[in-house]
């Protein structure tokens, strides 16, 4: 099992930055991928960016490329979200993820963390 914890969430205005923390422990070594996710109310989760491992490769939601990186530091087992240039639509219930090695999906999920822009 591994088990996901992220921080750094609360609330800001618009035109601000954040960065989001996400810290694995357990069996860490049973993952390969860790990504961010987002859900608004009453909107379906939405896929944010994804980082591996081992070489750092990354991929992005197109939508949000470019104001929202990711980053890890793989001695914390921790990955990052580093979010610019905050709008009111970016509110939303951040989740990260870790993708199993072994069934290739985001298996293990944190218990979120809100973060909430004013204008």
């Known amino acids: 099992q591994v088990q996901l914890v992220e921080s750094g969430g609360g609330l800001v205005q618009a035109g601000d930055s954040l960065r989001l923390s996400c810290a694995a422990s357990?069996?860490?070594?049973?993952?390969?991928?860790m990504g961010w996710f987002r859900q608004a109310p009453g909107k379906e989760r939405e896929f944010i960016a994804a980082i591996s491992r081992d070489l750092g490769s990354t991929s992005y939601s197109d939508s949000l490329k470019g104001r929202f990186t990711i980053s890890r530091d793989n001695a914390k087992n921790t990955v990052y979200l580093h979010m610019n240039t905050l709008k009111r639509e970016d509110t939303a219930v951040y989740y990260c993820?870790?993708?199993?090695?072994?069934?290739?999906?985001?298996?293990?999920w944190g218990q979120g963390t809100q973060v909430t822009v004013s204008s």
């Open positions: 357990g069996r860490t070594s049973s993952y390969d991928v």
């Open positions: 993820a870790a993708k199993g090695m072994q069934t290739n999906r985001f298996d293990y």
